[in-house]
């Protein structure tokens, strides 16, 4: 099982120096053995992906300075990744409290995790580290839908926060930068980072028989709940990343507005209005309640 939790908030203690929470990426003080699990992860998940991450996570991948060897090095991400979409990677001692992230990412800054999971946790994780950060998150950077969308979503946490919507907003960000799923020629793909960062999830969003999978609608996703201690018991399904330029220019306030008061959906809920792409068995879930 894989677990990531995003932009929740971190506690007190942790509070670095600096105001944005950031801190040197120490590069050269990683030791062989980090090193090493990072090629171990690389590696392993690089098998996997062909043919299950999208097209544009695998271009975006080719363009970087990310390999087997070695942890990259954020400063050489971030001037590629300038050039291309305008964007850095930002060293974080690990989760930060909304509002330094939504600020981090509103200026084009990601917050990486500078830590790497240790070798017995491979498949499992409390915070979000530097492999999920980088390899997952860095790629779909450099395209440039994904580059406006994260942007926009910083944005609109800044203003969801005031409206007391975090929530909802929160559920399409989780939904669609971690675990969202595309449509493209040759089936259904991976872009969301939680998805492409496990090698677990990755087997289980596409090929597993108990999730849903459904059509990606804006206010079906504000209104489900979604799980961040195990895989997801439904995946969202957008026709192409351009949906989601489409969606960093909707004004959300008027939707925060109608479904104000309505009921949340539970993460493996089929609704009358779903458009089912393949309707889930449950059955692992289910095992897991037990
Ligand atoms: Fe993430």
């Given amino acids: ?28 003080a990683y030791t062989p053995e980090e090193h090493a699990v990072w090629k171990t992860l690389f590696e392993r998940q690089s098998r996997l992906l062909p043919g299950r991450a ?5 271009e975006g991948m080719k363009k970087l300075p990310i ?16 050039e291309r979409t305008g964007w850095q990677v930002v060293a974080v001692p690990g989760l930060v409290p909304d509002e330094v992230f939504f600020e981090h990412l ?17 498949d499992y994780l409390e915070e979000p580290d530097v492999f999920h950060d980088v390899f997952g998150h860095v790629p779909m950077l450099m395209n440039p839908a994904i580059a406006d969308y994260i942007q926009a979503y910083g944005e609109g946490g800044l203003r969801a926060q005031k409206l007391g919507v975090l929530d909802k907003l929160a559920r399409v960000y989780w939904y669609t930068v971690e675990f969202g799923l595309v449509r493209q020629a040759e089936g259904l793909r991976v872009y969301g980072a939680g998805i492409a960062s496990s090698y677990t999830e990755t087997v289980f969003a596409l090929e597993d028989a108990s999730p849903n999978r459904i059509g990606f609608d804006l206010e079906r996703v504000m209104r489900t709940h979604y799980r961040i201690d195990d895989f997801q018991e439904s995946y969202f399904v957008i026709d192409n990343l351009d949906r989601l330029l489409e969606l960093a220019r909707i004004d959300f306030a008027p939707i925060y507005e109608r479904i104000a008061g309505q ?20 059955q692992y879930h289910r095992g897991r309640r037990g």
């Fill in 1 to 28: 099982m894989d677990a990531v939790k995003h932009g929740l908030a971190a506690g007190a203690a942790s509070r670095p120096q600096r105001a944005d929470w950031t801190i040197d990426q120490g590069w050269s």
């Fill in 54 to 58: 999208c097209d544009e996570f695998v």
């Fill in 67 to 82: 390999g087997p060897e070695q942890i990259p090095d954020f400063r050489e991400l971030s001037e590629v990744l300038m």
């Fill in 106 to 122: 509103a200026h084009r800054r990601f917050p990486a995790g500078h830590f790497i999971r240790k070798p017995h946790e491979l």
């Fill in 263 to 282: 009921p949340d959906h539970q993460p493996g809920t089929v609704l009358p209005g779903d458009e089912v792409i393949t309707p889930g068995t449950g």
